[in-house]
C-alpha cells in the first residue's frame, strides 16, 4: 500500500509539471501537495451535505402506495365470491350461493345409502345439518378435496351414547385416479362411502369460488 501510493503522488507530481509548463495550464500554479491529494486520497463522506436528490423520498413513497393500490385490487379481484354452500341430497344437487343469490349449481354423487344424517363409522351416510368447509386437503386420493367439519360436538356425542365412533372424513372431492372410471361430463351417482363428488373441472371451479370458513348446510 505504501509503494502504491508512493507511485500515485509521484505520478500525479510527474502530470502537474507537465500542465505547469504547458500554455493550457500555465495559470493554476497549485502545490503539488494538493493535485497529490486529489489523486490518491479516498472520498470522505460529508455527514453535514445532503447526498438524496429531491423528490427520491416522495417518488419512494408513490410507488409504495401505487403498489399498494394494485394489490388490494388483485385481492379483490380474486377474491372468493361464495358466502354459502347448499347441498340437497334427494336432487343430487349443489348450490352455490352469495348474498342470498345463486351463484352456480352442481351435479353431485353420494353413497348407495344417501338417506339419512350420518352416525356412525361405516355407514357410508352423507352427514345432514351445517357445518363449515374448514381446510383443503393437499394430499388426496382423489383428484382434489375440500374437507367438511364433520363431526361436531353433538355428532360425537351421540355416537358415543351408542358406543361407537361418528366417523370423519367427510370431503366434497373429485374423481378418483382411474381413468377407465371417469368421464369429465358423466357423474356417477351413489358411489362414494358418505362423501360429495363433484367432478374434476367442478372441483376445479368449486376451489376458486368458495374459501375456507364457508358454512355448507346439507339437506335431506
Known sequence: MHYLNFFLKSLALALWFLASNSQAYSHQ???DYILAQ??????VFDEEFD???LGTASNLLQKEETLLKKQTLTRRSNAKVVDQVIVNKAAHQMILMKNGKEVHRFWIALSDKPVGHKQFEGDKKTPEGTYV??????????????H?????????EFARK???R?????????QPPSKSEYHETVQRTNWTNGCIALLNPDIDL???????GTPITINP
Open 51 to 53: 447526498y438524496v436528490r
Open 148 to 156: 367438511i367439519s364433520y363431526p361436531n360436538a353433538k355428532d360425537i
Open 29 to 31: 500554479n497549485l502545490p
Open 206 to 212: 368449486f376451489l376458486s369460488l368458495v374459501e375456507v
Open 162 to 164: 351408542h358406543g361407537r
Open 133 to 146: 368447509l374448514d381446510y383443503i386437503k393437499q394430499k388426496s386420493y382423489y383428484y382434489k378435496a375440500f
Open 166 to 174: 361418528p366417523g370423519g372424513m367427510i370431503m366434497i372431492h373429485g
Open 38 to 43: 486529489a489523486v490518491s486520497s479516498d472520498i
